[in-house]
């Protein structure tokens, strides 16, 4: 069973800053925290992981608690290509992602 | 594009048909994955070899029969489905590490079964 809890859909307008939570309450010392999603009809695509301080990359920034028992996906400046399911993934072990049923993020112009 | 290659992308066969659906990869990974991924359903992981073993197999019906030649390819062998068994075939590639795991996912199979 996936170990994350996120909401089923989110809205966001074009050209603000999407902000997609995750709970991960029972999540381990060393477990990390990744983010993918899948564009309809499309395979997922890694965006982001970490383990305990903030990360960012060219495509997000991930806000991790202190406590680490939730964590933010932030697209800075989202667009119509940025719909999506945003999958939240507590890594379980080594070469085995749970995915939950994500977040439908829907960008509006 | 992401480096992972999957063949064919749409398969409609029949309950008595024999198939098969192939991945490869052009990253130099040494895991490779299957999912299948229903309708409203979150992804769900069949079968995980890492090294040309498989080290996962998570009590996938025998119907389904995976193949791992080498590194680079991946197969999914078919016989017998059900209407059931119509889903989104995904294949995925990573390096096998204990602690770093970002899986690359090619485009998937649409698989309906008549």
């Known amino acids: 069973d996936a170990k994350t809890t996120q909401p089923p859909s989110m809205d966001c307008a074009e050209g603000r800053a999407a902000n997609l939570p995750c709970n991960h309450s029972t999540i381990s010392g060393n477990e990390y925290v990744y983010w993918y999603r899948q564009i309809h009809s499309q395979g997922p695509q890694y965006i982001i992981h970490g383990l305990k301080n903030n990360e960012t990359n060219e495509m997000a920034s991930l806000i991790i608690t202190e406590d680490r028992k939730s964590s933010t996906l932030i697209l800075p400046h989202a667009t119509l290509r940025d719909t999506a399911v945003y999958y939240c993934?507590?890594?379980?072990?080594?070469?085995?992602?749970?995915f939950g049923t994500g977040t439908l993020l829907a960008v509006q112009p | 594009e992401t480096g992972v290659t999957q063949t064919p992308r749409h398969l409609v066969m029949g309950m008595t048909n024999k198939k098969s659906l192939k991945c490869e990869q052009h990253?130099?990974?040494?895991?490779m994955y299957w999912y299948k991924q229903s309708a409203k359903k979150p992804l769900e992981l069949m079968f995980v070899?890492?090294?040309?073993?498989?080290?996962e197999n998570n009590s996938v019906p025998s119907r389904f029969s995976p193949e791992c030649p080498n590194s680079s390819h991946l197969f999914l062998h078919l016989h017998t489905l059900q209407p059931e068994d119509s889903a989104l075939y995904l294949c995925?590639?990573?390096?096998?590490?204990?602690?770093?795991?970002?899986?690359?996912f090619g485009p998937g199979t649409r698989l309906t079964v008549l």
């Open positions: 070899y890492s090294l040309e073993e498989r080290v």
């Open positions: 993934i507590v890594r379980v072990l080594p070469n085995k992602l749970i």
């Open positions: 995925a590639s990573s390096q096998a590490t204990v602690t770093y795991n970002e899986q690359f």
């Open positions: 990253l130099g990974h040494n895991a």
